[in-house]
């Protein structure tokens, strides 16, 4: 699945075989997020990350979202998903 507009948000969901394989996600995003201090909010556990982005004080998306969005697609993809 790729990014989709959701609430005012960019999100993307992932399903994932395992806890720790979701948690090396939120892990791998972590360093894209600290280096553009832009930080999304992130739900994971058993089988699931999903990750929505958004700039609040701009009050929605805007391109630093859309960045993001592609610095984290790069960031997990060796996980193959």
Do not use: Y
């Not at 395992?18 to 201090?37: G, K, Y």
């Not at 805007?62 to 960031?75: G, H, M, N, S, V």
């Amino acid at each position: 699945m790729s990014w989709i507009e959701q609430d005012g948000c960019l999100v993307r969901e992932f399903r994932t075989p395992d806890f720790m394989t979701a948690f090396r996600i939120v892990t791998a995003v972590v360093e894209p997020s600290e280096a553009m201090n832009h930080h999304p909010d992130i739900i994971f556990g058993w089988g699931h990350v999903r990750i929505a982005l958004t700039t609040h004080d701009a009050g929605g998306i805007t391109e630093k979202d859309q960045q993001l969005a592609r610095l984290i697609d790069e960031a997990v993809r060796p996980f193959d998903l």
